[in-house]
Each structure stands twice: as C-alpha cells, then as structure tokens.
Nanobody, 123 residues
Framework: QVQLVESGGGLVQAGGSLRLSCAAS????????MGWFRQAPGKDREFVAA????????RYPDSVKGRFSISRDNAKNTMYLQMNSLKPEDTAVYYC????????????????WGQGTQVTVSS
C-alpha cells in the first residue's frame, strides 16, 4: 500500500519561502511519477509540479515556473517542493501524488494522494 505524507506547510509572508516534503512508502518508486497539486477554497485542484523519479525530468505550469522547484532524495524516498517568492494567490492546501502513467499535469494521472498540508501566504 502506497502512503504519502506531506509536511512543511505553514504561514509565510509574501515574498517568503517554504519547503514542502512528501515522504513516500510502500513501494519502490524508481519508475514512478510524482506530482504536487494545490486546492484553494472554492477552486479546482491545480497542478503545481511533476517529477519523473527515474530520470529527474520535471514539469511546471507557467504560474509557478521560476519560483517553485521539485526534487527528490532517493535515499530517503522523499520528494520536495521548494517554493520561493510566494504570493497570496499561492495560498492553498498542497497535496503530493504518485502514479505510474506519465509526467502528467492532471489529477487523473496519479493514483495515490497524501492528506495535504496548508500553505498560507499573507500580504
């Protein structure tokens, strides 16, 4: 059973930084794809970043490109999302996800989800 546990959320001022972690267990993730999504109140879940665990290839939407960076630590089976230059509109619950299909930007590309961690950016 795959388990994903996010941590690192919190309250930060605009312009600040946070690093989210996603600890993965239950599988060998060498050939998996990992993603970060976020959901603000009243809005749809939004793609934030994706990573190929084997190749290290990444993918970002324009809204976070240049500010957010996804990475992984193979030894710790942990994925990270470094978020810099945070804006109030980045406020949301952030979810990590895992799947075996593709380096996708859609929620249906991923089969397993964490419980989410709240990120709040004050202006």
């Amino acid at each position: 059973q795959v388990q994903l546990v996010e941590s690192g959320g919190g309250l930060v001022q605009a312009g600040g930084s946070l690093r989210l972690s996603c600890a993965a267990s239950g599988r060998t993730f060498s050939f998996w794809y990992m993603g970060w999504f976020r959901q603000a109140p009243g809005k749809d879940r939004e793609f934030v970043a994706a990573l190929s665990w084997s190749s290290g290839s990444t993918r970002y939407p324009d809204s976070v490109k240049g500010r957010f960076s996804i990475s992984r630590d193979n030894a710790k089976n942990t994925m990270y999302l470094q978020m810099n230059s945070l804006k109030p509109e980045d406020t949301a619950v952030y979810y990590c996800a895992a799947g075996q299909l593709r380096l996708g930007a859609n929620a249906w590309d991923y089969h397993y989800w964490g419980q989410g961690t709240q990120v709040t950016v004050s202006s």
